[in-house]
Nanobody, 120 residues
């Protein structure tokens, strides 16, 4: 089966940067849209950014300009570069991918989540 493995979360001071990675593994034929979501305690999960196989990108309006999503199809990996981080960026960041397994099954997968904490 397939899974997503996230890395790169941690503690950073306001104004700093972090780069999150999410690698898909397993028997995969193709990966469709990949995305990053985040959720703060007591808040709804929200879309941060998404990227299509053709690298068309979509960002949450408030984050555009600070965050950059990218993907490496050969590595089956999606990245989120986060710059000029603010305390309100604190939360659990989740990787999401829609993909086809080699069996032909279409999956909507979530990573385990990685904590991002921005100190002020």
């Amino acid at each position: 089966q397939v899974q997503l493995a996230e890395s790169g979360g941690g503690l950073v001071q306001a104004g700093g940067s972090l780069r999150l990675s999410c690698a898909a593994s397993g028997s995969i034929s193709a990966i469709d849209v990949m995305a990053w979501y985040r959720q703060a305690p007591g808040k709804q999960r929200e879309l941060v950014a998404s990227i299509t196989p053709g690298e068309n990108k979509n960002y949450a309006h408030a984050l555009k300009g600070r965050f950059t999503i990218s993907r490496d199809n050969a590595k089956k990996t999606v990245y989120l570069q986060m710059n000029s981080l603010k305390a309100e960026d604190t939360g659990v960041y989740y990787c999401n991918a829609r993909l086809w397994e080699s069996s032909g099954r279409y999956q909507n997968l979530w990573g385990q989540g990685t904590q991002v904490t921005v100190s002020s």
